[in-house]
């Protein structure tokens, strides 16, 4: 086997799903989501501190700051700010 094939972007994808039906989102910006959904993800392969990078990448690169998860989790503020 090509070890070239392995490293297609499939982690990648199932990733990005798996947050677009989270947050109710089109999955690549494509495919709507018609109602949000629970997700768990299990990933065998890598390890989670790559994983957590690839969540971040991903809400980073559809808008959704990873840093100030409240505004798109709609979790009441409860600091007051």
Avoid at 5 to 20: I, M, N, P, R, Y
Avoid at 23 to 34: R, T
Wanted: hydrophobic share 40%; net charge neutral.
């Amino acid at each position: 086997m090509d070890r070239r094939e392995e490293k297609l972007g499939k982690s990648l994808h199932a990733t990005h799903e798996a947050v677009c039906l989270a947050l109710k989102l089109p999955v690549l910006g494509l495919f709507e989501v018609p109602e949000q959904r629970r997700v768990i993800f299990i990933e065998e392969e890598d390890p989670p501190r790559r994983v957590w990078a690839r969540v971040r990448a991903i809400l980073r690169g559809i808008g959704i700051d990873p840093d100030n998860p409240d505004r798109f989790l709609g979790v009441p503020n409860l600091s007051g700010g």
